[in-house]
């Protein structure tokens, strides 16, 4: 849940539930396939996804582990409210 929490997003969204199109899950290191569905079946409510997408959940894993850590896990998500931060970097230049 720590991949999704607002203090670890790139873009900071105005809300707490952002309307996502897809969301991918990548996790590298000692993590099965089963902590993994555990992990999504959590973290499936904290965002929005649109009816014709119900699952729209990507998962990638990968066993060899990353350098000075046993796992990793990074979470993409395409969401729609990207507008309002560009719009705001785009009046700073």
Same mark, same amino acid.
């Given at each position: 849940?720590?991949?999704?929490?607002?203090?670890?997003?790139?873009?900071?969204?105005?809300?707490?539930?952002?309307?996502?199109?897809?969301?991918?899950?990548?996790?590298?290191?000692? @993590?099965?396939?089963?902590?993994?569905?555990?992990?999504?079946?959590?973290?499936?409510?904290?965002?929005?996804?649109?009816?014709?997408?119900?699952?729209?959940?990507? @998962?990638?894993?990968?066993?060899?582990?990353?350098?000075?850590?046993?796992?990793?896990?990074?979470?993409?998500?395409?969401?729609?409210?990207? @507008?309002?931060?560009?719009?705001?970097?785009?009046?700073?230049?």
């Amino acid at each position: 849940e720590e991949a999704t929490a607002p203090r670890s997003r790139l873009v900071r969204f105005g809300e707490a539930r952002p309307r996502a199109l897809a969301v991918a899950l990548l996790a590298r290191g000692d @993590i099965v396939d089963a902590d993994v569905q555990k992990a999504t079946a959590r973290l499936r409510p904290k965002f929005k996804l649109p009816s014709w997408n119900p699952e729209g959940f990507k @998962i990638g894993l990968c066993s060899v582990s990353p350098l000075r850590a046993p796992r990793s896990v990074l979470c993409l998500c395409n969401a729609t409210d990207v @507008i309002t931060p560009l719009n705001i970097m785009r009046k700073r230049f």
